[in-house]
């Protein structure tokens, strides 16, 4: 019987050897999750984030929420306009500085938090891991952003 020969390493241009398809494919999957978790709420995955920033901190600035989400105001308006749509927020120029756009919830707006409090543990529980291990992946994931984004 002849020995085994080792295994060739897989080629760095192999698609599954790819972190960036690895990161892209398991974000595809959360947002599919979201996407179910979400459909009561009448949110896209996009606009949760943008209300989750608002429900963090009522009447911020365009421009603060895009900080927080790494979105650009080109991105955000869109999403603003839907979600002033749905009566869930409004957009008023601040009387400070009119070039800033203040973000605030509306009633309805406030009132979602109540129905969407169930949607982060639907989606931990969606994963099928032990919170420490989701925390620790959290921690890694924050650390590489920052690193490549030159802040770490």
């Known amino acids: 019987m002849s020995p085994r020969r080792p ?5 760095p241009l192999q698609l599954d050897s790819q972190l960036c398809f690895s990161l892209y494919a398991a974000q595809l999957a959360m947002t599919k999750v979201y ?6 709420l009448e949110l896209t995955y996009p606009q949760y984030l943008v209300m989750l920033v608002l429900w963090e901190r009522d009447g911020v600035t365009v421009s603060q929420i895009g900080e927080r989400l790494f979105l650009d105001s ?16 409004q957009r008023q120029r ?3 500085d009119e ?3 203040v973000v605030s919830l509306t009633a309805a707006g ?8 169930k949607v ?6 969606a994963t099928g891991c032990e919170r420490d291990e989701l925390i620790a992946l959290k921690q890694q994931l924050d650390g590489l952003r ?7």
């Open 99 to 101: 070039r800033q756009v």
């Open 35 to 40: 996407r179910t978790l979400l459909a009561d």
């Open 120 to 125: 982060p543990e639907s989606a931990f529980c």
């Open 146 to 152: 920052d690193r490549l984004s030159g802040h770490g």
């Open 74 to 89: 080109a991105t955000l308006t869109p999403l603003l306009k839907r979600l002033e749509a749905a009566g869930l927020v």
């Open 7 to 11: 295994a060739a390493p897989p080629s």
């Open 94 to 96: 601040a009387s400070a």
């Open 110 to 117: 406030r009132g979602l938090k109540r129905r969407a409090s």
